[in-house]
């Protein structure tokens, strides 16, 4: 298994289990592979998660732990770019990732 796909095996694995902040992808990158370069595991956190959002099997939302709103499509790229998206903050907005239906089917899980 390659990087991308171990990394996105994982996500995904977060994703089934709960609400999870962006932010988390880029721990999960660094916990696995902290031999690369900071901005290559940042690099591979983001590209983990476009294909997962790609494949329809995690969805973005915004907010608070307590609630969020849906990242409209046409934000989804933006958002991913935004440095604010994958640091802690505790005064502003998250944003989080959650399996879809399909997630949790691709997972093994029922939807």
């Not at 880029?26 to 690369?36: G, I, Q, S, V």
Request: aromatic share 8%; net charge negative.
């Amino acid at each position: 298994m390659n990087d991308l796909a171990a990394v996105r095996a994982e996500i995904l694995s977060a994703a089934t289990e709960d609400l999870t902040g962006v932010y988390e992808a880029w721990w999960t990158a660094n916990t696995m592979h902290p031999d690369l370069a900071l901005s290559a595991r940042l690099a591979l956190a983001e590209e983990s998660l476009r294909s997962l959002l790609s494949d329809g099997l995690v969805a973005l939302s915004r907010g608070s732990w307590e609630s969020q709103v849906p990242v409209p499509e046409h934000e989804v790229e933006h958002v991913l770019r935004e440095y604010k998206t994958w640091a802690v903050d505790d005064a502003a907005d998250r944003i989080f990732f959650e399996a879809t239906a399909a997630g949790h089917a691709a997972y093994g899980l029922p939807g």
